[in-house]
């Protein structure tokens, strides 16, 4: 028996996987975009993956959580932005384009403009190609992941929007965008492996943050950044899963309720008991 792991393929996932190997695993990785991922999980064809927030908020009951490990920010995360030609405040009753790939920032886009700046407009769902079209022509719309790094670096559009640093901004709480998500198939069945993983997964993380310009200098000639680029926004990231991150989830999905996105919000189940990262410091 072997574990199916999803992969997202973008480069905050990188301190993640890129050690793995080294501390035993032996599973396999099916990667694909976040909301290919959630609709994978949520019909148990892969065990685990740092999967969307609000996939776990939609479906908690399918799942459990992997203690102390998220994708967050707090503050700017560089790569989730919402570019426009206009200040976000004119964009009141606008239409604005967003990407299919993600389910988690299209969610937090729309709690931020409906709780702060009174907006009643709608998104229009777009291929990611599609929606730097629109930004290019002077429209305003969501990128993610490495395009959204590359287009905030290049300053494609004159207003720039960073939605971690706007959540921080209004609350003062990390933005919990994906978590370690396992379904509860595989919690039943592969607790050992699961179990296994956390700790290969902790240990691998550990590796990179220790040294995080040679995994810089390993990756930069193929995903076009520069290596000094790379090690700042890994270095902006949250890794962990604190209680101000949990503060911080349990808002979000407060405010997604209120603003209709979630029928209600969902108590936070963990794979086992929870552990500190303290358990994984003697990995190297």
């Known amino acids: 028996m072997s574990l199916l792991v999803g992969h997202i393929p973008y480069l905050n996932c990188a301190p993640f996987f890129h050690h793995m190997p080294d501390f035993g695993f ?9 909301t290919r991922l959630n ?19 939609c479906r908690a009951g399918r799942y459990r959580l992997l203690p102390a ?10 790569s989730v932005l919402l570019l ?14 967003v990407t299919d790939a993600s389910a988690t920032s299209v969610a937090l886009l729309r709690v931020l403009l409906r709780e702060w700046y009174g907006w009643t407009g709608r998104l229009a769902v777009y291929p990611t190609n ?10 305003a719309g969501l ?25 921080h901004e209004y609350t003062g709480l990390p933005f919990v965008f994906a978590l370690w998500i396992v379904h509860q198939r595989a919690a039943e069945t592969k607790a050992a492996e699961i179990q296994a993983f956390a700790v290969q997964l902790q240990a691998s993380l550990q590796r990179s943050r220790q040294d995080y310009v040679a995994l810089a200098r390993h990756l930069a000639t193929d995903c ?8 700042a926004y890994w270095q902006a990231m949250s890794y962990q899963f604190g209680e101000t991150h949990r503060q911080g989830l349990e808002l979000f999905f407060r405010l997604a309720v209120r603003h209709g996105l979630l029928p209600e919000a969902p108590p936070l189940c963990f794979f086992g008991d929870p552990f500190s990262v303290d358990a994984f410091k003697g990995i190297t």
């Not at 993956?49 to 996939?55: D, I, N, Q, R, V």
């Not at 490990?69 to 560089?78: P, R």
């Open 26 to 34: 032996s599973g396999r990785l099916l990667r694909d975009v976040p």
């Open 39 to 57: 609709a994978l999980l949520a019909a148990g064809r892969i065990d685990v993956a740092p999967a969307s927030s609000f996939e776990y908020g």
């Open 69 to 78: 490990l998220s994708i967050s920010s707090v503050g700017a995360v560089q």
């Open 84 to 97: 426009a030609s206009d200040p976000i405040e004119s964009l009141r009753d606008g239409t604005i384009a």
């Open 130 to 139: 599609e929606v730097e079209r629109i930004i290019a022509a002077g429209g």
């Open 143 to 167: 990128l993610i992941g490495d395009r959204a790094l590359r287009a905030g670096l290049s300053g494609t559009a004159p207003c720039i929007y960073d939605l971690g640093q706007l959540w």
């Open 224 to 231: 076009g950044f520069n290596a000094t680029a790379l090690v």
